[in-house]
Structure formats: structure tokens, C-alpha cells
T-cell receptor
Framework: SQQGEEDPQALSIQEGENATMNCSYK?????LQWYRQNSGRGLVHLIL?????REKHSGRLRVTLDTSKKSSSLLITASRAADTASYFC???????????FGKGTTLSVSS | DAGVIQSPRHEVTEMGQEVTLRCKPI?????LFWYRQTMMRGLELLIY????????DSGMPEDRFSAKMPNASFSTLKIQPSEPRDSAVYFC????????????FGPGTRLTVL
């Protein structure tokens, strides 16, 4: 069953603009992770945020986590055409079981 | 390290045939996961192993699906008999149990059942 739900399902922006994707989940978590998938490829890990963290940065990526609202956001700043991909959030439950993925946000960045 | 290796990359078969997908995890990783991805259902966890032992197979759709991990460097996912609705991309991922919880994905096997 799906744990995370990303919003929006699809996002189209111009190069240089910021892209924000949101994720909501249902149960208590150990951590939340974001992955990227380029067309026809496997998923690649981007960033992990633990349940006791509220914000994390990695390069042009900024992730926030609000455990009271059971939601997270991924911000990509100064987007590039190469950022075009699908982005998935995944949650690891407090029981420490396998990751559960959402259905993803498809991001298109045009130059 | 070559990363997670999956074979074959593409498989086209006819309904009723047996299909075997293979995965070699990253050396030293303790956990291995099989996922299925379709447009309709997204990325679904089928089964995962920890130290070669199946921990959760609740995602395996039905008895036609089976998975094995005979040793730390090899796993198979078998579908017998295959059906058109099994058409999907199947991913294998592995993870180390120590430290960071990142999963490393293979390139996937695109299965088409005619």
C-alpha cells in the first residue's frame, strides 16, 4: 500500500526557477527519503531527513519535515534542464521495515 | 563497485511461460528488496530479505510469484505462470544495515508478457 502521496503529480517550470514538491504520509516514521528517477532508469537517493529533524540541505536541495502534519517538502532551487525527472518520497516506519514509496511528481524543466 | 546488477534488462515472453529475474546486490549489503513499478500502481514493494532471510513478503501479489536469496550475492524473482498483467518494470535494491538507510537501486528489468 502507498504510504506517501506526492503533490503535484506533474510540474513544469523554466530553467532557473525553483521547484517545490510535497509529500504527505500516514503513519509515524523513522525517516523520510527523497529519490529521483530519470526516464528508463532506477531510482537514485537524493536526501534523507530523520524524524527529529525539521530541515536539511544538500547542494540545491532543501527538504523540510513536519511530523505534526505528517508532511515533507522538497525544494530544488535554480532548476536546470537536467533536473527533469520523477521525484519520489519514501518513508521508513518506526518498526524499521522497508521503505514505502509514493507515486511521485514528474518535473519538467525547459530551457 | 558496479552497483546493483539486474538481468535481463528486457524480457518479452508469452502468457503462461515461466520468467526468472536475477539480482546481484552491492557487496557487503545486508538487505535486498524487490519492487514492481507500473503506471497505475506506482512503485510497490514485493518482498525484502535481511541477511538472506525473507522478512516481509506481504507485497507478493499471489502464489505465482516466488523469490529466493540462496546467498548474500544473488537473488531471484520467479513468476510462474506469467500473465499479461505482470507486465511492469521490476527493480532490485540493496542496502547496508549499518549507518545510513539509503537504498541503491538496480537499472530494472522491463517485463512484457504477451
Amino acid at each position: 500500500s502507498q504510504q506517501g502521496e506526492e503533490d503535484p503529480q506533474a510540474l513544469s517550470i523554466q530553467e532557473g526557477e525553483n521547484a517545490t514538491m510535497n509529500c504527505s504520509y500516514k503513519t509515524s516514521i523513522n525517516n523520510l527519503q527523497w529519490y529521483r528517477q530519470n526516464s528508463g532508469r532506477g531510482l537514485v537517493h537524493l536526501i534523507l531527513i530523520r524524524s527529529n529533524e525539521r530541515e536539511k540541505h544538500s547542494g540545491r536541495l532543501r527538504v523540510t519535515l513536519d511530523t505534526s502534519k505528517k508532511s515533507s517538502s522538497l525544494l530544488i532551487t535554480a532548476s536546470r534542464a537536467a533536473d527533469t525527472a520523477s521525484y519520489f518520497c519514501a518513508t521508513e516506519s518506526q518498526a524499521g521495515t522497508a521503505l514505502i514509496f509514493g507515486k511521485g511528481t514528474t518535473l519538467s524543466v525547459s530551457s | 563497485d558496479a552497483g546493483v546488477i539486474q538481468s535481463p534488462r528486457h524480457e518479452v515472453t508469452e502468457m503462461g511461460q515461466e520468467v526468472t529475474l536475477r539480482c546481484k546486490p552491492i557487496s557487503g549489503h545486508n538487505s535486498l528488496f524487490w519492487y514492481r513499478q507500473t503506471m497505475m500502481r506506482g512503485l510497490e514493494l514485493l518482498i525484502y530479505f535481511n541477511n538472506n532471510v525473507p522478512i516481509d513478503d506481504s507485497g507478493m501479489p499471489e502464489d505465482r510469484f516466488s523469490a529466493k536469496m540462496p546467498n548474500a550475492s544473488f537473488s531471484t524473482l520467479k513468476i510462474q505462470p506469467s500473465e499479461p498483467r505482470d507486465s511492469a518494470v521490476y527493480f532490485c535494491a540493496s542496502r547496508s544495515n549499518s549507518g545510513y538507510n539509503e537504498q541503491f537501486f538496480g537499472p530494472g528489468t522491463r517485463l512484457t508478457v504477451l
